[in-house]
Every structure is written in C-alpha cells, then in structure tokens.
C-alpha cells in the first residue's frame, strides 16, 4: 500500500480544509462550530490557521486539529457554520519522487525511469528546466501541453484519490510539497 507513505498519516494532528464557510464567518466560529458537533475530545490540538476569501463570497479554512477527531469530522465530511453547511476535507502531503517524477513513493524506493537530469519541462536531456522555452511534455501521462506535477496532470489526481473503502472525501493536493520535490531534482 502506498498509502503509508503519505506524510499525513503520521504525527499527532491532521491539517483539514474547509470550503463555503460564508464571508463574514471568523476563525473563532469556526473553532466553535466544530466544538459544537460533540465530536472534537482534544480542544488543545484545534487551531484554525487560516480563513481565506474566495472568488465565490465564501472563505477556504485550513484547520489543524487532533488526528482522532479528524477521522470522526471527515467521516461526517460537513460540519454546519451559521447558516452554511461547510465541507470538509483532508489536506495531504504526497512525495514526489525526483527519479522518476511520479508521485507516493521517494528516490529511494523509486523503480521506475531515472529522469532526474532531464528537463522538467520538455524532459529534453541537454538542458534545465530554467530558461527552457520547448512545449510541456508529461512523461507520466505520456501526454504534450503539461509538465508532471501540474494540477491538470492525471497522475497527480490518481496519486490523490483516497482507498474509497475508507470513506474518506477527495483530497487536495499541498503544491508547496510537490514544487519543493521538483526543486530537489536539480
Ligand atoms: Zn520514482
Ligand atoms: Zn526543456
Ligand atoms: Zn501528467
């Protein structure tokens, strides 16, 4: 299972997202929306770190809280803010592995294709990614218009489907995490 090497699964507390929160909704409320479902045992793990506008009028929270009561609130998958019924999801940190470019796994459990020294770009062989003005091409789509890694790229969304037998939602993705992978391969 690849699964395990997700580093969202490990550590104390998970990082949750919320959506459709209304505008006026503050960090506050929603600490006490969520101690309101009965369901959050370790109050001294929530935090919400932040609340941001949307293009729609509604905020995106990003919500740290206990790993337990995690389970319990993205089981229920809604928690309701005011008059608003907020979605709730996980946010996941996935490895990019640097080899080979494909994602769930490190270079150091990498069987796959070594591409490492290729542009990330074009993956030319005779020159980075910097400065590179050749057409995207992804090597794990096998498909022109994108580079790996990009949000539209159909490997990064099957990396980021959960097991559906644990009932949990669709997840995104921290890019932060995967840029940062990217960086890595040179
Ligand atoms: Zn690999
Ligand atoms: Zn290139
Ligand atoms: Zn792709």
């Known amino acids: ?14 990082t949750l997202h919320l959506k459709g929160a209304d505008e006026i909704t503050t960090a506050e409320e929603v600490k006490q929306a969520l101690k309101a479902t009965g369901q959050i045992r370790h109050k001294e793990d929530l ?3 932040t609340l941001r ?16 009561d995690a389970e319990v609130i993205l089981r229920q998958g809604k928690v309701k803010i005011g008059l608003n019924n907020c979605e709730i999801e996980e946010k996941i940190d996935i490895f990019k592995c640097y080899k080979c470019w494909g994602y769930g796994h490190s270079a150091a ?5 070594d591409r490492s020294n290729l542009c ?11 400065g590179c003005n050749k057409d995207p091409y992804c090597p794990l789509c096998a498909t022109e218009g994108h580079m790996a890694g990009e949000a ?14 644990r009932g949990l ?4 993705v921290n890019r932060e995490q995967i840029l940062e992978g990217a960086e890595e391969g040179g």
């Open 109 to 113: 459990q990498c069987n796959g294709e």
């Open 152 to 165: 539209v790229c159909g490997a990064l969304r099957r990396a980021t489907q959960r097991p559906s037998s």
């Open 120 to 130: 990330q770009r074009c993956t030319g062989a005779d020159h980075i990614r910097t």
């Open 53 to 68: 506008p949307t293009r729609f009028g509604t905020q995106y929270g990003t919500i740290v809280m206990n790993r337990k």
């Open 169 to 172: 939602r669709p997840s995104t």
């Open 47 to 49: 935090i919400v770190k």
């Open 1 to 14: 299972m690849g699964w395990k090497q997700i580093k969202s699964c490990g550590g104390r507390t998970r």
